[in-house]
């Protein structure tokens, strides 16, 4: 890493979040990279998301709001805030506890010429068909990373904010998928994934949705492939904020 590293934009969409919101700043505001901003892009929230944003010191985080018009529109609200040569979109819900994070998936897409990369997926008190299941999941997308079509989730998605604006960042037209077609658009341009560090996601749809949701991702995914990779008029949507 050079001395001046380039700045590093984190984008978090965020609506009624106070449950996981906290955790992840805890580790975000840790990390050891040294040019970061983290931009908390908040559909509104009604519960006490904001004040748990304001308990954090760290002197590139702000809050900033907008209408609640799904995560598509969240990342990209808070993307035209952001200053870095880099955007990276994490979920409210997720965990990171390495304080290398950052700077090993910056560096590691620099290194190998990529211009969007994602990192490996992690559970906690997790039962063993979750742990199967999400790794299944994580392969497949592995996978699909050598194809011309790429997939990655919003849990964790960074991106060269060049790129993002070159392909007019996230489709706000797509309710559910909107970071798979977003990978999927820009994934010429260089995408992969680092092993080498792991976030922490949240099964909470799954636990509150059950065969449901996975039912609704695997028929998505379906549509995906057979309506030449566009989701603008998928039958299955994602009701953004609605969650325990």
């Known amino acids: 890493m050079t001395p001046n590293p380039p700045l590093v934009s984190i984008v978090i969409p965020c609506y009624n979040e106070e449950a996981y919101i906290g955790k992840l700043l805890a580790g975000l505001t840790k ?36 209408k609640p018009n799904g995560p ?40 190998n010429d990529w211009s969007t990369a994602s990192a490996n997926i992690g559970l906690k008190h ?41 392909n007019n960042g996230f489709n706000e037209k797509i309710y559910f998928g909107e970071d798979y077609d977003y990978v999927s658009r820009v994934g010429l341009h260089g995408f992969g994934f680092v092993d080498d560090i792991r976030y922490y996601i949240d099964l909470r749809r799954v636990h509150e949705e059950g065969l449901r949701f996975l039912y609704k991702c695997v028929a998505n995914e379906v549509y995906r492939h057979t309506h030449g990779y566009d989701l603008e008029k998928s039958p299955y949507c994602y009701k953004f904020g609605d969650h325990k």
């Open 31 to 66: 990390q050891n990279y040294q040019n970061l901003e983290i931009i908390i892009s908040d559909a509104q929230s009604g519960d006490k998301s904001a004040d748990i944003i304001g308990k954090f010191e760290h002197p590139g985080l702000k809050i900033v709001y907008s």
């Open 126 to 166: 997790a039962s063993l068909p979750e742990r199967i299941g999400t790794r299944m999941d994580y392969h497949y997308m592995k996978l699909l990373s050598h194809t011309k079509h790429p997939v990655a989730p919003g849990w964790c998605i960074l991106t060269d904010r060049q790129i993002f604006e070159n």
């Open 72 to 111: 598509a529109a969240q990342r990209n609200f808070g993307a035209k805030l952001a200053k870095g040569k880099w955007l990276l979109f994490i979920d409210a819900d997720v965990i990171i506890e390495d304080k290398e994070f950052v700077k090993t998936l910056v560096e590691t897409a620099a290194f």
